[in-house]
């Protein structure tokens, strides 16, 4: 009889302990479905409108992902401009946009409070000098172009090219593309005023390089194609590889800056186009991933 009962009373036993087990795992099962849940919503929360605004060297990096962001995320909308650096810096600091793009830090920029901004980079770009396909210049060293720039030297035979006028397409001053370029390649010499025409649009200058016989400007590798030549600088390509391992001088991180920390859509904006997920649009592009660069500036 007792062994009857004890052989009841491990059955009983038995019971509850599995009856248990199982009553923890449906409930680590609804929390789980709880927690993906909660991320889902998150997730859907993502809406709303933003501009960001500014360099035209990131505007193809910049648009792109805003198209992709979109079909990820269909209740956000960002309205993505181009018109300068400057004017995106500004924007940024009075408000007008969200999101201002720049190929300058800054505190490069006068007239606005850059301690009031966030810096977020998201990518570096190189630029090189670029000329119509009729010029018949392969290389040229730095002196020689700011020979060219400056308004020093006005003929291509003067550089190795054959007889023909050289014209100067230009930037406004306004333009983070025209800022690095003097930095890093004309090493902050001062440009022939008046002798110059002058774009505010990346993709007007490769238009008009393109169509202007002897024409000489500068652009970011984003915007390199078969219609321009692009010209070597002392003998080096002016090639993502080069900039990353530091034998081409002429880049820069491209910026998108906040009011502020990034909340928000801004925020959700800018992790997307750093992430892994925009990496091959960036890449075919033409833009050179932070993590690449074996230098700093």
Known sequence: ????????????????????????CAKQDETSQKDTGS???????????????GSS?????????????KEKYPDADVQVQAGGSGKGLTAVADGTAQI????IFAEEK????????EDHKVCVVGFAAVVNKGVKVDNITKQQLIDIFTGKTKNWKDVGGDDMPIVIVNRPTSSG?????KKYALDGKEEAVGKALTEDNSGTVQKT?????????????????????????EGVDPTNENVTSGKYPVWSYEHMYTKGAATGLAKAFIDYISSDEVKPDLLKLGF??????KVTR
Do not use: W
Not at 1 to 10: D, E, G, Q, T, V
Not at 100 to 103: A, H
Not at 110 to 117: E, N, Q, R, T, V
Not at 209 to 233: C, E, M, W
């Open 209 to 233: 390089v393109a169509d202007t016989p002897g024409s000489i400007s500068y652009l970011a590798f984003s915007y390199l194609n078969d219609t321009i030549k692009a010209l070597k600088l």
């Open 39 to 53: 991320k889902q919503e998150d997730t859907s929360k993502i809406s709303g409108s933003i501009l960001s605004l």
């Open 177 to 181: 593309t025209r800022a690095t370029f």
């Open 100 to 103: 201002g793009n720049s190929d």
């Open 110 to 117: 006068s007239g606005i409070d850059a301690k009031a901004l």
């Open 288 to 293: 050179i991933p932070i993590n690449d660069m």
């Open 1 to 24: 009889m007792k062994k009857r009962l004890s052989n009841i009373l491990a059955l009983v036993l038995s019971i509850v302990i599995i009856g248990t087990a199982f009553a923890g």
């Open 57 to 69: 060297a990131l505007f193809p990096l910049a648009e792109q992902a805003a198209k992709t962001f």
